[in-house]
């Protein structure tokens, strides 16, 4: 294995002077989308190990969402016409004699999804749901069943995956505004929607939080009420960026007009009611957040699966070992990754592997190559594993930290991971 190492020279996260960071919360229409295929992927997972003993090739990270027509008001609301989820992709439909039962199963995973994270939504007559998962192509089902006949797993794509660590203190305040915010919203404040979008800008040592947050209607009484609901969503984001040690100036719903009546009112918590539509893909990326100053990439990893496809894999990988390299060499506050594969290479072998590193004492690439070597070659050898993991839920994509704590305590304790620990995850 040969690890390209070099020293970050340029200034990121913290040592930047302007910083920009947007996290698009549970609600909202393109993270619904992301969730839904991450979940169909998980259930074609559970399904193919619990049947065949073995993950079968399948590829769900299209996803559509059209948004419905809703009449929101003060006191209650209508929705007048659903949303409709599309669901595209590629899975095996059939194995030897034995059938998938692909459509029912996508239902399945819209309404239980739906069930569990946006309860005010009424299943059989707010969302519809359309399954247009087919066959895969030939080609990559044999790049796929290849691994079949050994123990080396196939990368089925030339991709990039990036990950980079730690969170900068503008990434985590953002991050934590949000899922307090969604956290407060189950808990004791319903009238706070689900559909909520935090994006952060740092200017120096001055922090701006603009939240658009979608209010529920039947849960506020007046235009009072609702400007009392606005007032205490900045007040809980300017708390969790204090916790945080920043001072922030925080607007909620700019678009507001008040005096007029105009308002960010819906009757279900989501844009996706009436007001917006979302698409897999173009949301949050594997670490939660969306950071134009990072390096990134446009990789769709939700619905990818993952045995082979390095889309997923990698991006996840990267993550993992940046988070490592930072958590267990003193000498270095920041890592980046970089992992290239190529297609019908072993995923465990990537044709590139970029390592960037900053400290802040005097430290050469080549005095941490033999542990960065070692924390590299153990997750890759983990992406064996990781379709369980995920299923399990001890790994997932769109939180921080990608791995959960359990697990991470567990393995340092050579205790078995927490098999039923909750899927963190907007």
Not at 31 to 38: A, G, M
Not at 54 to 76: C, E, I, M, T
Not at 296 to 316: F, P, Q
Not at 382 to 407: D, F, H, K, N
Request: charged share 20%; aromatic share 4%.
């Amino acid at each position: 294995m040969r690890l390209d190492l070099a020293m970050l020279t340029e200034p990121s996260g913290n040592l930047l002077d302007l910083e920009i960071v947007e996290r698009k919360g549970l609600g909202h229409p393109d993270t619904i989308c992301d969730h839904l295929t991450e979940e169909l992927s998980l259930a074609l997972s559970r399904h193919y190990l619990a049947q065949f003993g073995r993950v079968l090739h399948y590829n769900v990270d299209k996803a559509l969402l059209w948004g419905g027509r809703s009449q929101p008001a003060f006191g209650g609301g209508a929705i007048l016409e659903p949303m409709e989820v599309f669901l595209a992709g590629r899975a095996t439909t059939a194995f030897g004699a034995a059938r998938l039962p692909l459509a029912e199963l996508a239902e399945d995973v819209v309404q239980r999804w739906f069930g569990n994270n946006l309860p005010l939504i009424d299943l059989h007559r707010h969302v519809r749901t359309h399954c247009l998962v087919r066959p895969g192509s030939s080609d990559l089902t044999d790049v796929f069943e290849r691994r079949t006949t050994g123990t080396v797993l196939l990368a089925n794509d030339t991709s990039c995956g990036i990950g980079y660590a730690p969170l900068s203190r503008l990434e985590s305040i953002v991050y934590a505004v949000e899922q307090e915010l969604g956290a407060i919203a189950l808990r004791a404040h319903p009238e706070i929607g689900r559909d909520i979008k935090v994006m952060g800008v740092r200017r120096g040592r001055d922090v701006m939080l603009t939240v658009a947050c979608a209010f529920v209607g039947r849960f506020l009484a007046t235009i009072a009420d609702y400007a009392a609901a606005k007032a205490f969503v900045a007040d809980t984001a300017r708390e969790v960026a204090a916790a945080h040690g920043a001072d922030a100036t925080v607007a909620v719903n700019v678009g507001d007009d008040l005096a007029a009546g105009s308002v960010y009112l819906t009757v279900v918590g989501t844009s996706a009611e009436g007001g917006d539509d979302g698409e897999a893909g173009r949301g949050n990326r594997v670490n939660g957040l969306i950071t134009p100053f990072r390096p990134m990439t446009m990789e769709s990893a939700a619905g990818k699966n993952a045995v082979t496809h390095v889309g997923k894999l990698y991006n996840l990988a990267a993550g993992l070992i940046a988070e490592r390299i930072v958590e267990e060499l003193p000498a270095i506050d920041e890592a980046q990754c970089f992992l290239v594969s190529g297609i019908g290479r072993p995923v465990s072998d990537p044709q590139t592997i970029g390592i960037r590193l900053r400290s802040g004492r005097q430290s050469s690439p080549a005095a941490h190559e033999m542990a960065i070597a070692a924390i590299v070659e153990e997750e890759l050898a983990r992406l064996a594993a990781a379709a369980e993991a995920l299923a399990a839920g001890t790994l997932a994509i769109g939180r921080w930290p990608l791995r959960s704590r359990e697990s991470r305590i567990a393995e340092s304790s050579g205790d078995p991971p927490d098999r039923n620990h909750e899927r963190g995850a907007s």
